[in-house]
């Protein structure tokens, strides 16, 4: 059963153009939405936790600038600028605090500059 | 800044052997410590965690936590060729949201 729904899985993006990335979740029970992102090194590291709708939040990493928006109760958006170095993102979900701890991931965006 | 390390950085076990793989981590108020896997082009995927100092099985697999060593571990008995992946321990000082996660030990189980 696919908890989360990413798009798009793969884009190549220009030096010095964003990009838009979406996650849904299918299963209101994990409501906890969050972005990771995983280098080119298999390194994974956490950017974003956003629960509610209407909370965003912005970060600046080495090779990228972020910026995630939680949309609606089901919908998580990622825009990806300044990117330096290919990467991969990925939208997690989880119940945390209700009894199941686990951090169920989506299928990953994978980024490369071109 | 929790730091999270892992050793080894590669192994490769005979099928059927124990796999064994370490975490170390750096802040003492963790309080969710956890194991996921990585198959070559696939997501991670959450194997087993833990809580409290101790032992805990799950099929094939059994994780140790030693808070006061600041260390836990991943054991896996048994191992076959689809074991083969990279594993990533992963600690929290709160469950579920904002884990902290280990370079990664990459496992190669050979038939």
């Known amino acids: 059963v696919t908890l989360l729904e990413q798009n798009p899985r793969w884009r190549l993006v220009p030096r010095g153009q964003a990009v838009n990335l979406r996650c849904i979740l299918k299963n209101s029970q994990y409501p906890w939405m969050s972005w990771y992102q995983q280098d080119l090194q298999k390194q994974l590291q956490w950017l974003f936790t956003l629960r509610s709708p209407g909370d965003k939040e912005v970060k600046s990493l080495p090779g990228a600038d972020y910026l995630a928006t939680r949309v609606t109760d089901t919908e998580l958006r990622l825009q990806v600028a300044n990117m330096s170095q290919g990467r991969t993102l990925y939208c997690t979900c989880?119940?945390?605090?209700?009894?199941?701890?686990?951090?169920?991931f989506g299928h990953g965006t994978k980024l490369s500059v071109l | 800044q929790q730091k999270v390390q892992q050793s080894p950085e590669s192994l490769i076990v005979p099928e059927g052997a124990m796999t064994s793989l370490n975490c170390t981590f750096s802040d003492s108020a963790s309080q969710y410590f956890a194991w996921y896997r990585q198959h070559s082009g696939k997501a991670p995927k959450a194997l087993m965690s833990i809580f409290s100092n101790g032992e805990k099985e799950e099929g094939r697999f059994t994780i140790h936590l030693n808070k006061a060593s600041l260390h836990f571990s991943l054991h896996i008995r048994d191992s076959q060729p689809s074991d083969s992946a990279l594993y990533l321990c992963?600690?929290?000082?709160?469950?579920?949201?904002?884990?902290?996660f280990g370079i990664g030990t990459r496992v190669l189980v050979r038939p």
């Open positions: 992963a600690v929290s000082i709160s469950a579920g949201n904002k884990l902290t």
């Open positions: 989880s119940a945390a605090g209700q009894g199941d701890e686990r951090l169920f």
